[in-house]
């Protein structure tokens, strides 16, 4: 008798090509802010610019997926694509050693265009070898195995980045980033002869849009679009950046919508489902991907980051932790540890690494004058979500097993509606971390950031990886990788919609405003897609998944 395996051969390759893809990617990105912002060996950047920066990067990475996605469709194949872009990833990880800016944004622009092949075309190969008889059941459970890969790259690699800068500096860890991106790729290469029957290139239609016209039509426009933006005095939407990405996303927003217009009959109604999904997921990694920007922020200023005796030795022996000296004085003077630069007047015009560690530390919790503190490092706190997510998914996955024993198991568009208004949920932690830490007057508790975490996960496993298997399941199938690449626009534009919520972070001097602002959105967000439920269903019916 003979046995059939749950899974493809290729989940244990995939799954750890992945998981150091994104150990290289998360270390970068964790610390990134950190470094835009740090006065001795980063930019000197405010808050406000640093997130900018941030905000737009994080949103051209994701944008990318369009074009790779595309590409790997009709020429490259996924094989070529994710190793392509693999190897484009880690040297702009390690180019980001070098402290130059023209470097920085050529490195920068290596990750972008990496991502675009790596990303889309790793997630779809996943779903191809899922739609084998044998597997397609199987197919959410293998998606959240997949994401369980992201999530431990992504815990472990804070804790790397953090030693590494603590023992060595900066460009250690960037460096260390691309070990990891060129390890992922290595493992990827080892597993080739598994891929074999996902990696099928999709023969053009007549609805298909030529590629010379593609260029013509779409990328072309963007460009121009893009730097038009860029150009055009008196910035509309707050910043050069971001007048110059809304402004090339519109050509790439009507390409999408032409999808819907050209299609088939038969494909028109699943092209507006996963339409529609896109428009709503952006709000979620709006408020989601502020991990990087307002969160970190919070983590490394308004969060009691101070450990004692035994928790101190050993965090440093781990080089998890290091001493800040404290001088009395140095609250009202400007030093080497504030950093002020005032006009004519003597007024501060830009305050570097605003606010100190120990501006809101209550005084009876100071250190005594000329003494020290000891610090966990703000990159350990990037891994709170993602050590959430390894914990949460077997309970997530045995929960969803449970229901589909009883032929209870909710649709997959029922899962995301419910991510989105538990993500809601999550704001509210950080609203009363607020109101208990007095506006940020003294340090929070760090459980507050593990509460706000945690429930955010629960929302994000049951979004983000139904959200690529809802693209798998519903793609017409000559257009599966390219919609993977809508999936992942949303994505960019949700980010970089991140990135702006982020730059009003000092705009708001009750920074509970700051997170009724992020809940609102995503409430919108839930009534969005519940309100959608039924026909989504529907459709899903028609094309005989759930």
Known sequence: MSHTPKHPKALPYLFFSEMWERFGYYLMIGIFLLYLKNVEH?????????????????????????????????????????IAGGLMMGAGYCLMAVHSLPVLYISMGLVIFGNGFFKPNISTLLGNLYNAPEFLKRKDEGYNIFYMGINIGAFICNFFSAAIIIVWGWKYAFVAAGIGMFLGVIIFMLGTKHYASGDVRKPMTKEDMPFIKIVVTIFIPAIVAGILGWLIPNNIFGSDSTDAFIFACMPVIYFYASLYIRAEASEKRPIAALLAIFAAVVLFWAVFKQNGTALTIWAESYTNRQVHGTTADLFKGLNQAKDMSYKKDSVDLYDGMFRLQKNQDGKVIKEYNYPVYFKNVQPDKLPADGGKATLWATPISQSINPGWVILLTPLVLAFFAFLRGKNKEPSTATKIAFGLFISALS????????????????????????????????????????????????????????????????????????????????????????????????????????????????????????
């Open 427 to 546: 704001v509210l932690v950080m609203v009363a971390a607020v109101y208990i830490s007095g506006n940020g007057a003294e340090k929070a508790s760090v459980w507050w950031l593990m509460g706000t975490y945690g429930v955010v996960t629960i929302g994000e496993l049951l979004l983000s990886p139904m959200g690529l298997s809802l693209v798998s399941k519903l793609s017409p199938v000559r257009l599966t990788s390219l919609m993977m690449g809508g999936w992942f626009l949303a994505t960019s534009i949700g980010n970089k919609l991140s990135g702006i919520l982020a730059t009003m972070w000092d705009g708001y001097e009750n920074k509970a405003n700051f997170f009724w602002v992020n809940f609102v959105l995503l409430i919108i967000a839930t009534c969005i897609i519940f309100g959608m439920l039924k026909w989504l269903n529907r459709i899903m019916q028609e094309k005989g998944v759930t």
């Open 42 to 82: 980063g930019f000197s950047m405010t808050n406000s610019e640093a997130s900018d920066l941030y905000g737009t990067f994080i949103a051209l990475v994701f944008l990318t997926p369009f074009i790779g996605g595309l590409i790997a469709d009709r020429y490259w194949g996924y094989r070529r694509s994710v």
